[in-house]
């Protein structure tokens, strides 16, 4: 929170933001959108401070990224453990602090009634319906329904990444407490040809598939209805596939044609950026969620978009994408873009048309700030009176 000083002077509002596994971004949305934010929001004023997990062991120490404060914290466990670790050390550490509070996630939102107790506002992203997803069996998807009720009754304020999500949520909180806030991506319009080439593709002349590789992310269906016939293109698979121990992984291999290449998992952004910007069609089968990340960055270098039909990928990519149900109905959508030059520059026109009307980082990071705003002006204000400051 912001306060006034002996001298008069007014200190900027204070920010920390939990729940992700810190900055710069290495991991997923959340970090992505966790430094976004962060930098829009130094960039407009504020002082900011990202926890951020380390693997490993020693004391929590501080450091200064691009203007903004890191609180890094080492945890030497993996998995779902380490993280809950994690996020009770730092929900402890924020809450000796009187600041208003940023936390990606619910998934240990137990922790977050400390915050409650003391009065220190949380805003709290809602990440979809995590609990629904089958990937992570009855005992977590328990753990996980049971946290997103606690932080729909703790959090000050709810987001929302879609407004599907937003439906969802006002059946569990008060509407007054939940704002629709999407994912960002920046607008890319130039990128260098080399990561490409040395994949072994040729600009232009490939579709790309970039998600985790999960059933419910539709990629053996559509692996099959692009290896269905030949298509004088390639197509490249991100993400890291096992076959030996996964058995969905096998069945994805097993299914695909010579022109698919699978590419491994690739992280840094400049390249992954290069690589969708020289695709000429992306794929994306995500079934549940909201605003999903890899969909909004394939808008943003303006792909044209195979997208499963449903209601989340429909808002999002709008007039963008052409929609399947099944393999033969994506099987029809891959030819009917591969076979029209005209289509593909229509949706790619579309996608960022669409990209700019709604998700650029200045417009999403100025959505979370007029929200956290409010609340570090209220909390603010309450500080003084209790203290009997401008009374």
Known sequence: MSHTTAAGAVSPPTVRILGTHGIPAAYGGFETAAENVALYLHAHGWRVVVYCQEQGVGPMREDVWRGIERVIVPVDRDGWLGTSTFDWITVRHAARHRDVCLTFGYNTAIFNVLQRIRGIPNVINMDGIEWSRARWGKLRQAILYTNERIACAVGDHLIADHPCINDYLERKAPARKISTITYGAHRVSEASTEPVLDMGLTPGNYLTLICRPIPENSILELVQAFSAKSRGHQLAI??????????????????????????????????????????????????????????????????????????????????????????????????????????RESLSAASRARHAREFTWEHVAGQYEAVLRQFATSHDRSARTRAGVGT
């Open 238 to 343: 991100f993400g890291n596939y096992t076959p030996d121990t996964d058995p969905y992984h096998r069945a994805v291999m097993d299914a695909a044609s010579d022109e698919v290449r699978f590419v491994g998992a690739i992280y840094e952004p400049a390249q992954v950026a290069a690589l969708r910007l020289h695709s000429a069609i992306y794929l994306h089968g995500h079934t549940v969620g909201g605003t999903n990340p890899s969909l909004v960055e394939a808008m943003a270098v303006g792909n044209p978009v195979v997208a499963h039909d449903n209601p989340y990928n429909r808002w999002v990519a709008g007039d963008g994408a052409l929609y399947f149900d099944d393999v033969e109905s994506a099987s029809s959508c891959i030819t009917e873009l591969l076979d029209s030059a005209d289509l």
